[in-house]
């Protein structure tokens, strides 16, 4: 599950623009992702939508308004398939994916590659199309893996996306987001097994754990866009390496920031349950008095907020799901 969710991951939040677009559609992006990282999905896409009015030669609105629906999709399936911790189902249903949804995904990211290409016939140095070039194929990618279950191809597009965004960073060194791309793929394939990482190789793929948590660290200090992407990215990152109170701080940082994401919250109270179990296995550290309190309140509190009556039965078995786990 850990790798398909990277997958998933791996380009599908990366819709920043290099060059400084007009005021307007910067101001709307922004407020576009405020509600995206709130799962206002459709406040997301009103404005979204009016980026590409505005602009309808400018990719950065097919590019939002794509990533805004492979999202949903991608925070859906896993409020479906099981607990943040373990096989357990919260559903026994099958995820169903909207026909609808796909083929205007598939719009949107064919939009968006059709004005990237338009503008690189023009200028190969641009920047800006050639990053969201790479991230119309990173979001293509994501989608062969999750949906169509097709990885070689996913990896691929994946490779090309990675090689637009390097020649974004050749071209614009400061252009910390780029690096987003780059540092989870060094991480994925620094991580996989050594026959997969071989695989990997034969169509030059190459990859580093160590660098790939750096280059994600860089992105999550000083990007601008992708800053928060890439603690998203980290969050997942740090529990599977044991780093578990960077993994609290950041999914407590994002659950601050954006309060109305429920979901950060989980994150937070999982990587507080793994850590204590982790201390209860370790001869040199010891669990906190109140460890376990703490952890329940972030269900209580989630359960008490009526903002999240919707989400009810789902926080209650993650909550049972965390008992039965610390028992």
């Known amino acids: 599950m850990f790798w398909t969710r990277i997958l998933l991951f791996l380009f599908c939040f990366a819709t920043v623009a290099g060059q400084s677009p007009p005021p307007n559609l910067d101001t709307l992006r922004t407020e576009g992702y405020e509600a995206l990282y709130n799962l206002d999905y459709e406040g997301a896409r009103r404005r979204f939508q009016k980026m590409i009015d505005l602009a309808p030669d400018n990719p950065a609105g097919p590019q939002c308004f794509a990533a805004s629906l492979w999202i949903q999709q991608l925070n859906e399936s896993w409020e479906l398939k099981a607990t943040l911790y ?33 503008r690189l016939r023009r200028n190969p140095r641009d920047v800006e199309a050639l990053y969201f070039l790479g991230a119309a194929e990173g979001l293509e990618a994501a989608f062969s ?33 780029a690096e987003l791309t780059l540092g989870l793929q060094d991480y994925v394939i620094g991580s996989l097994p050594l026959p997969l990482k071989m695989l990997a190789g034969t169509i030059g793929v190459r990859g580093s754990k160590k660098r790939g948590l750096n280059e994600l660290e860089q992105v999550a200090a000083q990007g601008h866009w992708g800053r928060d992407v890439a603690r998203v990215l980290l969050v997942d990152l740090y529990k599977r390496e044991k780093r578990w109170d960077d ?81």
Not at 89 to 111: I, L, M, P, S
Not at 294 to 319: N, W
């Open 145 to 177: 893996a999750a949906v169509e279950r097709k990885f070689m191809p996913a990896l691929r597009t994946g490779a090309s996306a990675v090689d637009h965004h390097r020649k974004v960073l050749e071209l614009s060194p400061q252009f910390y987001d």
């Open 86 to 118: 373990s096989d357990k189902a919260y559903t026994t249903g099958k995820t169903k994916v909207d026909q609808r949804q796909v083929d205007e995904f598939r719009r949107w990211t064919r939009r968006t590659k059709q004005l990237s290409e338009a």
């Open 247 to 327: 993994a609290i701080a950041t999914s407590r940082e994002l659950s601050e920031r954006y309060p109305r994401n429920y979901l950060f919250k989980l994150q937070m109270a999982d990587a507080m349950a793994l850590k204590i179990l982790a201390s209860r296995k370790s001869k040199t550290s010891s669990v906190a008095p109140n460890a376990e309190r703490e952890v329940l309140a972030v269900f209580d509190s989630l359960l008490h907020d009526k903002s999240f009556a919707s989400q009810t039965s789902l926080i209650q078995f993650r909550r049972s799901e965390t008992v039965r786990l610390l028992k």
